[in-house]
């Protein structure tokens, strides 16, 4: 019986052609040609997207235009590469002395080609090193009175202390303590208040656990005195927008960054829930994200990035977030997925309780990390530490 084969990594294919007895040097030969990899190209001129086109068909592939590209009677195109990756390299060496913008696209082109073939396996904190050959899972600490699953169950620092250490007896890679709500519509919270909930917890645990501590937070005034008194990652909800001065100080502390994306703030983020391109604006966020931190001198090897699900996306754009998540390891950096117990699911399964939600994360996480993600923010430690073990054997053990 003929079949179709999901060769999803160079790894399978080799594997596949080795099965089937293929010389070796006819192996090397033969891979590049199995992988066939869609670049999208957005808003060239129709000169270049002619050019691009006449490229990778003289090369066996081919490029999606526009219609009018051919006459130039466009502005402006997007142009979506068909090819493998060994095509693309060579398109590379062709489009290095080209007009029309092309050669600066070469390398750019070279640099994701790069970030897909060797993506990051490692998060550099100030003191650390994380390595990230099995998925990491970061537990979920509220010290918050109206966060949407488990707001005012850890408000008292014996209760949340409590909690943490379950969450690393269970498994937990890295502890996560936010004390502001970023629920749908949550009201603001001053740094004061932030920080008179953190610190009871952050003091006592920061002598406590040997995991690394991340503050959940997007203010300058409060990652400073956290980073001071222990934590060594800033996760910013904002990816650097909210406070122009908060990359500052992570820059100053060697701190670990998270960048994520959202569109407005907690208040305000779901009135405008709807995208032309949702994975474009996601990836431009993200990236501009990165040319900020390293502007202020944070370098990549310290940064994560977090598509924002949940964050100014509806339930649609949250599943098709999930389904392309692949697409952003384009950006050079570990992808965190944030899916745990939130309302998408229960919109998607009917599930009001939060409570109910525990086997819709389960398949929302063992996605994600099929899909790539390397870190995984979740509430139910134990139950998650095993579906993304799981889901990273199925994905990566060779037979």
């Not at 007896?169 to 890295?174: K, M, R, V, W």
């Not at 098709?320 to 390891?329: H, W």
């Not at 309302?343 to 994360?361: N, V």
């Amino acid at each position: 019986m003929i079949r179709p084969l999901a060769l999803r990594t160079a790894a399978e294919a080799r594997r596949e052609l080795e099965r089937i007895g293929v010389d070796p040097a006819g192996i090397d030969r033969m891979l590049p040609k199995l992988e066939l990899l869609p670049i999208l190209i957005p808003r060239i001129k129709p000169a270049a997207a002619n050019i691009l086109k006449q490229e990778l068909l003289s090369l066996g592939g081919d490029a999606a235009v526009a219609r009018g590209t051919v006459a130039c009677s466009l502005e402006a195109t997007d142009a979506l590469l068909i090819a493998s990756r060994k095509q693309l390299h060579v398109l590379c060496g062709k489009l290095a002395q080209q007009p029309f913008g092309l050669a600066p696209l070469a390398q750019e082109l070279r640099e994701l080609l790069q970030n897909l073939t060797a993506p990051a396996d490692s998060w550099q904190l100030a003191q650390r090193t994380l390595t990230l050959q099995r998925p990491l899972i970061m537990g979920i600490l509220n010290v918050t009175p109206d966060s949407f699953s488990d707001g005012g169950c850890f408000c008292s620092p014996d209760a949340a202390v409590d909690h943490a250490l379950q969450m690393v007896e269970q498994g937990a890679d890295l502890i996560d303590i936010g004390a502001e709500s970023t629920r749908p519509g949550a009201p603001l919270v001053t740094a004061e208040e932030e920080l008179r909930r953190l610190m009871p917890v952050l003091e006592r645990l920061s002598g406590q656990i040997t995991v690394p501590i991340s503050i959940d937070t997007w203010k300058a005034p409060v990652a400073q005195a956290t980073l001071a008194a222990g934590a060594e990652i800033i996760n910013d909800i904002s990816g650097l927008t909210f406070d122009p001065t908060l990359s500052e100080v992570v820059a100053r502390r060697q701190a670990g960054l998270v960048l994520m994306h959202t569109r407005g703030r907690p208040d305000r983020m779901q009135q405008d829930t709807r995208y032309q391109d949702l994975l474009g604006d996601v990836a431009a966020f993200l990236a501009a994200s990165l040319q900020t931190a390293a502007a202020a001198g944070i370098p990549a090897e310290r940064i994560v990035l977090d598509p924002g699900i949940g964050f100014g996306k509806d339930t649609a754009g949250n599943l098709e977030l999930l389904r392309r998540l692949r697409e952003l390891r384009g950006l050079g950096r570990p992808l965190l997925v944030g899916t745990s117990r939130k309302r998408f699911i229960g919109a998607t399964l009917g599930r009001d309780d939060t409570r109910d939600r525990l086997l819709g994360t389960a398949a929302t996480v063992a996605l994600a990390v099929t899909e790539g993600a390397a870190i995984l923010r979740v509430h139910d430690v134990a139950a998650m530490r095993d579906v993304a073990d799981m889901a990273h054997h199925i994905a990566t053990t060779s037979t």
